[in-house]
């Protein structure tokens, strides 16, 4: 059984050189792949250089992510593009890239509609980025679900290319990307005895679209909520997910892979 890590962030191991260590126990688990993303220009270059390193096994993405974007963001992202036209590994797909309102000061109410801004104008300049290069868009949303959908679709970015990851919206929202092309990805929030909403939107999306990530070393699953989280943490992601779907746990890897594979062009 093989399993994909399709969102991960290897930045804090790698500073650690822990790298190696996290990959080993990611492979006796199961996940084979995993799909480190980046987030601002302080990833990207490091990404690359382990995905030519541990080729066939890491991939990467490159895109700056809403809780990153600040005043200089349009310098920040006329560097991005030189990644899928440069030397070395090319990025898997742009992002993680979108809306955050969640993490907008909360103290300065000017401040965070000038924040806001900015993040709305890095995420459109993205996506005309992705439309031009064709290439996947993982989408970053929070609090901004609906805001994130009209910019898509007014962008003219290819639906099926789109995936919203860290899905934690109910089966309404679901829909409403099922309904366009779109699809969403799970992380260990599925295992959480509170979340039934999101295992209700692993049910509304099905499992021909379902992929599977940790988002490490975030959102441990249960029973290692509350720890530092990393990609061989995966399968009880994948258990809760195939029993929220009433499936055998081989067969929703073998779905789940397939979808990753196909997704990413990996």
Known sequence: MELID???HLESFDKRGETDAVLARAAEAG?????????????????????ARHAGRVFYTAGLHPCSVDERWSEELAELEGFWHGEGARPVALGECGLDRFHLPKDDAARAERVFAWQRAAFAAQLVLAKRLGCPLVVHSR???????????????AWERVVFHCFTEGAAEMGELVRRGGRGSFTGVVTYKN???VRDAVRAQGVERLMLETD??????TPHRGKTNEPAYLRHTAEAAADALGLPLAELAEHTTRNARAFFEI
């Open 6 to 8: 399709t969102h991960t």
């Open 31 to 51: 996940v084979g792949k995993l799909v480190t993303i980046g987030t601002s220009t302080e990833d990207w270059a490091r990404y690359r250089g382990l995905a």
């Open 143 to 157: 609090g901004a679900f609906a805001e994130c959908v009209a910019m898509i679709d007014a962008s003219g970015v």
């Open 195 to 197: 979340a039934e909403t």
């Open 216 to 221: 490490a070393p975030y959102l441990a699953p």
